[in-house]
């Protein structure tokens, strides 16, 4: 469980990279977006600095998000029931837990090839 720690670790510090630049990047929009017109409709740029803006905004809630899966994980660990499947109960293949270390389901449950409620045995 030292290496499932490790790359929780790994990847929370990644995101939190990901997200300072991120809040950088929007606070760079925001900022140019006041040196423009108000007028984003009218504005030929004040579309693109409105769609820009909404997109930053969109990865930083997309980081906030995985950030919070990673520290579910991690109460996981703590708890005992990291690798375990959330939907059927069976563990989580070591192979899935490499590739995403925060995964809540197994393959057969992530991807619906086993059915809702399943049970190990089942």
Partial sequence: MDDARERLEEQRQQVLRRLAGLTDDFDAVVAASRDTNADDEHDPEGATIAFE????????????????EIDAAV??????????????????????LEARPAARTCVACASGTRGPGARPGG
Avoid at 53 to 68: C, F, K, N
Avoid at 75 to 96: F, N, Q, V
């Fill in 53 to 68: 803006r909404s997109q930053v905004d969109a990865l930083i809630r997309q980081g906030r998000r995985h950030l919070a």
């Fill in 75 to 96: 109460r996981r660990l703590e708890a005992g029931d990291y690798g375990i499947c959330e939907t059927c109960g069976r563990a989580i293949e070591p192979g899935r």
